[in-house]
Structure formats: C-alpha cells, structure tokens
C-alpha cells in the first residue's frame, strides 16, 4: 500500500522559505504513470493546486506561485520537495503531498494517493 | 486564470438526493474527477473520469456530464455523507490541475 508523509518545520517567519518534503513509501516514484504533487488548504477554505513534478525532473507550477515556488525529486531516496520563498500569512494553509495519476501525452488524471497533511503558519 | 465554479453549499434530508454542479469551459475536453472532505481529513476520490466510481465508494454516489458542466448525484443520502465535496480537472492544456472552490453538502 502506497503511503505519504509530509514533514517540515510547522512555524515558518514572514519573508522567509517554506521547505517541506514528502516521503513516498511502498512504491518506487520512478514510473511513468505518475506525478508527485503538492496542494495546500488554508483553514476554512479550498484546495489550490501548487504544483507537480515528473520523476525526471519535469515540474509544472501552478502559474500563481510560479515565480516562489521550487519542487525538486531525489529518487534515490524516494522523495520530492517543496520549497516556497517569501511567503507572507496568506501561505498559511495545510499542505498536502499527494499521487497524480498521468495519462497519455503527459496529461494530468486524479489524485489517487495523499498524504495526512501537515500545517504550516506563517508568523513572526 | 482559468477555474471551475461550484456552488458553496447545497442541502438535502435524509434519504433524498443530492445534486453538486460543476462548471468549466474545458470540462468538454477534459475528465473531472469529484473528492470528498471531511473535517480534519485529506481529501478521498470519489467519481473519475466524469462517471466512474472507485470500488470502495457506494453505489449512491454517481456523476454525469453535460457540455461546459459536470454534476456530482449522491442518492439516498445519508447523514455520513455531510462533507466538502470538491471538482477537478485541467485546463485546456492538460498539465495544469485545477480545483473547483468547493461545496458544503449539509444532510438536515
């Protein structure tokens, strides 16, 4: 059974990087059936898709955080990483890793797998 | 930027049936797929593909697609039913996900 795991500090200050990564576990992210993506959820509201990544490397952001956002993949260690930069209250949301189904011609499905969510605030 | 629009809440009783809208302008060329939320929760796949239900989701919930909208039917609803239900699909591109901005599905 495939699992998720995101992990990062909980408390990140106005102006600096949020760094989280997700831990992928009974499965092997080098396939080309699938993304390895991140979304997030401030508290209340809806989810916002961040962005994705291919186990080549091949990432595809959301084009509102594009210019912040980073997602890196390490397969040797089965896992990818999110970085956002300059982040502000309005970053403060759960965020979720989470399996991205890809079909023919690269295009995006669902996602099938996710993780349990992790809290982020952003405070001084 | 391109989106999908739902409605932020929809009410039903107990045993009657519930209708969720979904509207894009790419939904005729894209797939929509339907998550459920309860609190505290990630989200869980309930309808791919437009109509397709995973195996371990009850016969109750069932979607459908016409032009520019998708629609979310839960039959017979029941009061464990009560969740966020959210649309997704892309954009005319297919390599960028997009959310709808959720339903409140309240069971009275």
């Known amino acids: 059974q495939l699992q998720l795991q995101e992990s990062g500090p909980g408390l990140v200050k106005p102006s600096e990087t949020l760094s989280l990564t997700c831990v992928v576990s009974g499965g092997s992210m080098s396939t080309s059936s699938y993304y390895w993506a991140w979304i997030r959820q401030p508290p209340g509201k809806g989810l916002e898709w961040l962005g994705n990544i291919y186990y080549s490397g091949t990432t595809y952001y959301n084009p509102s955080l594009k210019s912040r956002l980073t997602i890196s993949v390490d397969t040797s260690r089965n896992q990818f990483s999110l970085k956002l930069n300059s982040v502000t209250a309005a970053d403060t949301a759960v965020y979720y890793c989470?399996?991205?189904?890809?079909?023919?011609?690269?295009?995006?499905?669902?996602?099938?797998?996710w993780g349990q969510g992790t809290l982020v605030i952003v405070s001084s | 930027s391109y989106g999908l629009t739902q409605p932020p809440s929809v009410s039903v009783s107990p045993g009657q049936t519930a209708r969720i809208t979904c509207s894009g302008d790419a939904l005729p060329n894209q797939y929509s797929y339907w998550y459920q939320q309860k609190p505290g929760q990630a989200p869980i796949l309930v309808i791919y593909k437009d109509t397709e239900r995973p195996s371990r989701i009850p016969e109750r919930f069932s979607g459908s697609s016409a032009r520019t909208t998708v629609t979310l039917t839960i039959s017979e609803v029941q009061a464990e039913d009560e969740a966020d239900y959210y649309c997704?699909?892309?954009?005319?591109?297919?390599?960028?996900?997009?959310f709808g901005g959720g339903t409140k599905l309240t069971v009275l």
């Open positions: 989470a399996r991205l189904v890809r079909a023919a011609r690269g295009h995006t499905q669902d996602f099938d797998y």
């Open positions: 997704q699909s892309a954009d005319s591109s297919g390599t960028s996900v997009v």
